[in-house]
């Protein structure tokens, strides 16, 4: 995972570049005017066609599609790739009917697998060709050299028509296997989701199945959802998938997909989530970095079947690990970036602007869990982190399965709990008091809240820190809920004893009398062995 992952990020750099340089094409855009998209034959298609195309299709060997150009295509590096921009004259609905144009990504070396698009009107669905001139790119750029009959990497959708600047703001991107993402409420990239993820972090390696083509129904207007229909394939898998995009505060999608298993999987990944953390308020060495903190998303947020709230810190561990959160019809779940303020991060590429994403299951999910899997990291190109829900039961070959929820990009968790307070910072250090000797082994972990009721709290009222440990209540010393001094927050302060190579699970939150007054803040402390 963590190669292909690599490689994905790089690229995107290269995304605002492209959008950048969109405004100021000169010569190509002029020749651009006198110019067409073309298209293929019209076909019949059906959302049920797809679907019993990637039924009928699991039924077959897994065959690589072909890659016209491959020879030329891994000649295109990082440089450039960035060169090569398409001309938003030839957009997809750059003059209508559809609220939203789309442009298109050209194949190189980090995107070699090309996918199909197609656009969708009145049940029939004709293939948007690709070609060379569709782009401009210096002469002596490889891309010049592509066959006719290529395909695309990937495409963007454009904010609506009717604004100025549509040519140089885009709000979706689908790019690279089966990963896309949205700027949010924010208008700023961060984090990624995927269709589908297979065997992320087991015994052998994990698969990668690509979004092979799509099918594109435009919006009548921009109250009206995009409409994206999505083949999946690959030697595990294949799938039909439907998304209804909404442009609103932040974008909004519904998916709906059915997918059809060719082999066994050991981990069978729902709408998995992929971001980054390098490093926090907690988990630092103090000549890592001269930013204080480095993340996309700084914790999973999970509201369970049962109605319990809670936060999961994210942390960059010593090696990798994984944690199942088991639970029946999970009301959702999310990577959040819950630390919006920029004098935390001091950097100019605004990870305090970077999109939260929210999953809403609808319909029964059953049995099964939240899975975080995080992967150790020693900078910020990495994604090392995997939220996703992994069904109950062994995913079979010939399996079935079906699966709807929404998608919700903003700044904040959609659905909060308005009386119970959030985790807004975790920090640890050396244990034990001022002015005492630190013994070995002891570590002082502060979790800070806010919100909820605790803002009309006297500052001498009696809270209640609940704090557990795997390893025993006689491990946690010195535990108390105190106000945090010119603020409406609480914060809880304990110690934790531990032993070389301990894992030890801890569980907190804040009580007053038999009320809880926060969400629960769970982690797992790791220590390196002697």
């Known amino acids: 995972m963590s190669a292909v992952d690599r490689r994905r990020r790089r690229f995107l750099q290269c995304l605002v570049l492209a959008c950048v340089g969109i405004a100021g094409l000169g010569t190509d855009a002029a020749q651009a005017a006198a110019k067409h998209l073309e298209f293929g034959p019209a076909r019949t298609f059906s959302f049920d066609g797809l679907i019993q195309t990637a039924r009928d299709n699991a039924a077959k060997p897994y065959r690589e599609p072909p890659r016209p150009g491959a020879e030329v295509v891994a000649r295109i590096d990082y440089d450039e790739h960035g060169q090569i921009r398409y001309?938003?004259?030839?957009a997809l609905d750059a003059n209508g009917p559809g609220a939203y144009p789309v442009t298109f990504f050209h194949l190189g070396k980090w995107f070699q697998q090309p996918m199909h698009a197609y656009v969708v009107d009145q049940g029939k669905a004709r293939e948007i060709r690709y070609r060379r001139d569709y782009f401009s790119m210096p002469k002596d750029n490889p891309a010049r050299h592509m066959p006719d009959d290529a395909g695309f990497a990937g495409f963007r959708l454009h904010e609506s028509r009717l604004r100025d600047d549509w040519r140089t703001q885009d709000w979706v991107a689908f790019l690279g296997a089966s990963y896309f993402r949205?700027?949010?409420?924010?208008?700023?990239?961060?984090?990624?989701?995927?269709?589908?993820?297979?065997?992320?972090?087991?015994?052998g390696p994990e698969e990668f199945p690509m979004f092979r083509e799509f099918y594109l129904e435009p919006a009548a207007s921009t109250d009206a959802p995009m409409r994206i229909y999505a083949l999946l394939d690959g030697p595990g898998i294949t799938g039909a998938y439907r998304f209804d995009l909404h442009r609103e505060t932040g974008v909004v999608m519904e998916v709906d997909c059915r997918l059809f298993l060719r082999r066994d999987i050991?981990?069978?990944?729902?709408?998995?989530?992929?971001?980054?953390?390098?490093?926090?308020?907690?988990?630092?060495?103090?000549e890592l970095d001269w930013r204080p903190e480095i993340h996309d998303s700084d914790g999973l947020a999970i509201w369970n079947g049962a109605g319990e709230r809670i936060w999961r810190p994210l942390r960059n561990p010593p090696y990798?690990?994984?944690?199942?959160?088991?639970?029946?019809?999970?009301?959702?779940?999310?990577?959040?970036?819950?630390?919006?303020?920029?004098?935390?991060?001091?950097?100019?590429?605004?990870?305090?602007r970077r999109p939260s994403l929210w999953i809403e299951p609808l319909g029964d999910w059953g049995e099964?869990?939240?899975?975080?899997?995080?992967?150790?990291?020693?900078?910020?190109?990495?994604?090392?982190?995997?939220?996703?829900w992994v069904p109950a039961g062994a995913a079979k070959k010939g399996a079935e399965y079906s699966f709807r929820y929404r998608m919700h990009w903003l700044a904040d968790e959609p659905y909060p709990t308005p009386n119970l307070a959030q985790v807004v910072s975790t920090r640890s250090g050396r244990g034990g008091e001022p002015g005492t000797i630190r013994k070995p082994g002891i570590v002082r972990y502060v979790v800070e809240f806010a919100g909820g009721e605790l803002p009309g709290l006297a500052k001498t009222a009696k809270l209640d820190a609940v704090v557990t440990s795997s390893t025993g209540q006689d491990k946690i010393l010195l535990a108390r809920a105190e106000p945090v001094p010119t603020t409406e927050r609480w914060r809880v302060q304990f110690d934790?004893?531990?032993?070389?190579?301990?894992?030890?699970?801890?569980?907190?939150?804040?009580?007053?009398?038999?009320?809880?007054?926060?969400?629960?803040?769970?982690?797992?402390?790791?220590?390196?062995?002697?």
């Not at 001309?87 to 030839?90: G, T, V």
């Not at 531990?498 to 797992?524: C, H, I, K, M, Y």
């Open 87 to 90: 001309l938003p004259e030839l």
């Open 182 to 203: 949205t700027i949010g409420a924010q208008g700023q990239y961060g984090l990624s989701a995927r269709g589908i993820a297979l065997d992320t972090a087991v015994a």
């Open 266 to 286: 050991m981990r069978l990944g729902i709408a998995p989530l992929t971001s980054m953390f390098w490093f926090g308020e907690h988990g630092r060495g103090r």
């Open 320 to 352: 990798p690990t994984a944690a199942a959160f088991v639970d029946f019809n999970p009301r959702g779940f999310g990577f959040m970036q819950r630390d919006r303020n920029f004098d935390n991060y001091l950097d100019g590429v605004l990870y305090d």
């Open 368 to 388: 099964g869990s939240v899975q975080l899997v995080e992967l150790p990291t020693d900078d910020e190109i990495h994604d090392n982190m995997v939220a996703m």
């Open 496 to 530: 934790l004893a531990v032993n070389p190579g301990e894992a030890v699970d801890l569980r907190l939150f804040l009580r007053q009398g038999e009320r809880a007054l926060s969400e629960t803040w769970l982690f797992q402390h790791l220590t390196a062995a002697n």
